[in-house]
């Protein structure tokens, strides 16, 4: 039997049900199939090479190792995870730089006004290596996370703030964070092979100083019930973060996280798959595979960070694959929302929405070029469901 018999039969034998995000948390359900975008088909690419539905449009908002328009600051290289933040009179879009600390690694800000404008860049963090994913607190600071062995979290300050790092939260490859203002956890994500699902729990909730690192146990299978244990050394060392819990559940290649209503999404690079992970009933399963996308072929592939709408949809960017970002909507369909033409040596990065909803930034993090220094920031702004 092949992967993707298989798989299908697994995912029968747990239920197979069709039903919405909503519903997933009783019931395990079906992965997402293919369907038309509620936004309609992609028309001809725009300027910037960009294909969008109707009623969508992009912009360049920065490009690495040039000055951000109206301001006197030089865009980072390799643009990688973001996040939108609030600032009171407008917001601000923060982002990774996937660089070692000698060519510029850290994290860098650009704030806009209620318009959409552009008011000011400049740097929230420096001297680190690989900073890649990461994710926005309820306290609006960003947590920048370094991809390297005993890489640690690094919780900045775009409103103001020095950068500080949190060691509390583990030494290990670290990917994306995805905050939990319910159970007031913070879930880590792991880009390794073998890597493993975390949550951080704070010993005071906004204070991320000190705290207990925990680590997802389960079975082999794509779905059934977990817990969380302990970890009992999280600085890594000697024995590695992920290899100190038995039947911690083993993940192949974690990227982008994203939690919302009692669930966290995550993807899986190494075998393009995204998870669920239902909080109130502590079961997991598959809310996408592109091994079981019947039929074929799947229009999602090289997954990457993620993020979702107000309405519910959730957004996941393409490394690699056809630079694509895909949508996964709450009645279980999957579908093309935008295509970039002309960069197949990038990827694409850091997707987030402003708090209304109405405008989606995200990166090509080697643009044209294919080279770390060619990275490109963009705003697409259109009639996003909210």
């Known amino acids: 039997m092949d992967r993707r018999t298989l798989l299908r039969a697994t995912v029968a034998g747990a239920g197979g049900l069709v039903l919405p995000f909503t519903a997933w948390s009783t019931a395990y359900a079906a992965p997402a199939q293919s369907a038309a975008?509620?936004?309609?088909?992609l028309q001809a690419a725009d300027a910037n090479g960009?294909?969008?539905?109707?009623g969508f449009t992009s912009q360049v908002?920065?490009?690495?190792?040039?000055?951000?328009?109206?301001?006197?600051?030089?865009?980072?290289?390799?643009?990688?995870?973001?996040?939108?933040?609030?600032?009171?009179?407008?917001?601000i879009y923060v982002s990774n730089a996937e660089t070692s600390a000698t060519s510029g690694g850290g994290a860098s800000m650009i704030?806009?006004?209620?318009?959409?404008?552009?008011?000011?860049?400049?740097?929230?963090?420096?001297?680190?290596?690989?900073?890649?994913?990461?994710?926005?607190?309820?306290?609006?600071?960003w947590l920048s996370c370094e991809e390297i062995s005993l890489g640690r979290v690094w919780e900045t300050y775009p409103l103001g703030g020095a950068a500080v790092a949190r060691p509390a939260m583990g030494r290990f490859k670290h990917e994306a964070a995805a905050a939990d203002p319910v159970r007031k956890v913070i879930y880590l994500t792991e880009d390794e092979t073998d890597g493993r699902f975390y949550r951080f729990v704070p010993t005071t909730w906004g204070d991320l100083s000190a705290g207990t690192l925990q680590v997802l146990v389960a079975g082999t299978a794509t779905s059934g019930t977990f817990t969380w244990a302990t970890v009992p050394d999280p600085d890594g060392s000697p024995t590695?973060?992920?290899?100190?819990?038995?039947?911690?559940?083993v993940f192949n290649g974690g990227e982008g996280c994203h939690y919302a209503n009692d669930t966290v999404w995550f993807t899986t690079k190494g075998d393009n798959r995204v998870w669920q992970v239902n909080l109130a009933n502590n079961t997991y399963e598959l809310a996408y595979d592109d091994n079981l996308v019947n039929p074929g072929p799947a229009p999602l592939t090289g997954v990457d960070n993620v993020t979702g709408s107000t309405f519910g949809d959730l957004y996941v960017a393409e490394d690699g694959g056809n630079m694509e970002i895909c949508m996964i909507t709450p009645d279980d369909k999957i579908s093309v929302f935008l295509r970039i033409n002309g960069q197949s040596s990038s990827e694409i990065?850091?997707?987030?929405?402003?708090?209304?909803?109405?405008?989606?930034?995200?990166?090509?993090q080697r643009g044209t070029t294919g080279s770390s220094s060619g990275g490109i920031t963009y705003c697409v702004t259109g009639p996003f469901r909210t």
């Open 37 to 41: 975008s509620p936004y309609g088909p």
């Open 50 to 54: 960009i294909q969008l539905p109707a």
């Open 61 to 91: 908002i920065a490009r690495s190792g040039q000055v951000v328009p109206g301001t006197s600051y030089v865009w980072h290289s390799a643009p990688d995870g973001g996040a939108v933040i609030p600032n009171g009179s407008g917001w």
């Open 111 to 141: 704030s806009f006004n209620s318009s959409g404008q552009i008011t000011g860049a400049s740097r929230i963090l420096s001297g680190t290596n690989n900073n890649c994913a990461g994710g926005k607190t309820p306290w609006n600071t």
């Open 240 to 249: 590695v973060t992920r290899r100190q819990v038995s039947g911690a559940k």
């Open 349 to 364: 990065t850091g997707p987030a929405f402003t708090p209304a909803g109405d405008r989606l930034y995200f990166s090509s």
